[in-house]
Nanobody, 119 residues
Framework: QVQLAESGGGLVQAGGSLRLSCAAS????????MAWFRQASGEEREFVSGITWSGGSSSYVASVKGRFTISRDNAKNTVYLQMNSLKPEDTAVYYC????????????WGQGTQVTVSS
């Protein structure tokens, strides 16, 4: 497993932007698929976006397509989530997660960072 630490959350007005970062400790970061999940108050945690170990493929939940962009820098052991055109419904705690490539389950999680979008 890797240790993950998110940063970059905060309070932003609707229509604004934030960039989340997730720094991974340990070796072989490029052996891991990475993802962002979020959990709004009173809701279940949901998948937001994922990127493969090589960065060659990414995916998004429908509600964020065209607004969010996931990327990774394997030299810096970091994955990013650029969030544009934020909406109040994007308000949630955002979690970074990792899984070894070719695995199914994400088994390493960060502590989360709060994103609040005001209307």
């Amino acid at each position: 497993q890797v240790q993950l630490a998110e940063s970059g959350g905060g309070l932003v007005q609707a229509g604004g932007s934030l960039r989340l970062s997730c720094a991974a400790s340990g070796r072989a970061f490029n052996m891991y698929d990475m993802a962002w999940f979020r959990q709004a108050s009173g809701e279940e945690r949901e998948f937001v976006s994922g990127i493969t170990w090589s960065g060659g493929s990414s995916s998004y939940v429908a509600s964020v397509k065209g607004r969010f962009t996931i990327s990774r820098d394997n030299a810096k052991n970091t994955v990013y989530l650029q969030m544009n055109s934020l909406k109040p419904e994007d308000t949630a705690v955002y979690y970074c997660a990792a899984r070894r490539r070719y695995s199914v389950e994400y088994d390493s999680w960060g502590q989360g960072t709060q994103v609040t979008v005001s209307s």
